[in-house]
């Protein structure tokens, strides 16, 4: 079993910054990928950015130039949100698939106000 817990969301103005880093404890052997991913009200979750093991950060298009995956360790993941937008605003989730099985983190808030 894998367990995710989620720390760094606020509150922010827009044009700044904010970083969520997210630690795994549990097994994470034959680790698929670790990623993030949010959801804003009335909207599905989607995709943010993800590193699959071994490989290269991915990407959302909204992303793209202002957010920066990294893999700090073996079991923990940040996300650098620089240039903060209104319609960043939502819960952000980290996302570990081991052994092809997705294990999510609690979320965490993240608003940035106009």
């Known amino acids: 079993q894998v367990q995710l817990v989620e720390s760094g969301g606020g509150l922010v103005q827009a044009g700044g910054s904010l970083r969520l880093s997210c630690a795994a404890s549990?097994?994470?052997?034959?680790?698929?990928?670790m990623g993030w991913y949010r959801q804003a009200p009335g909207k599905q979750r989607e995709l943010v950015a993800v590193?699959?093991?071994?490989?290269?950060a991915n990407y959302a298009d909204s992303a793209k130039g202002r957010f920066t995956i990294s893999r700090d360790n073996a079991n923990t993941v940040s996300l650098q949100m620089n240039s903060l937008k209104p319609e960043d605003t939502a819960v952000y989730y980290c996302?570990?698939?081991?052994?092809?099985?997705?294990?999510w983190g609690q979320g965490t808030q993240v608003t940035v106000s106009s």
């Open positions: 996302n570990f698939v081991v052994r092809l099985r997705h294990y």
């Open positions: 549990g097994s994470i052997f034959s680790l698929n990928s």
């Open positions: 590193i699959p093991n071994g490989g290269s």
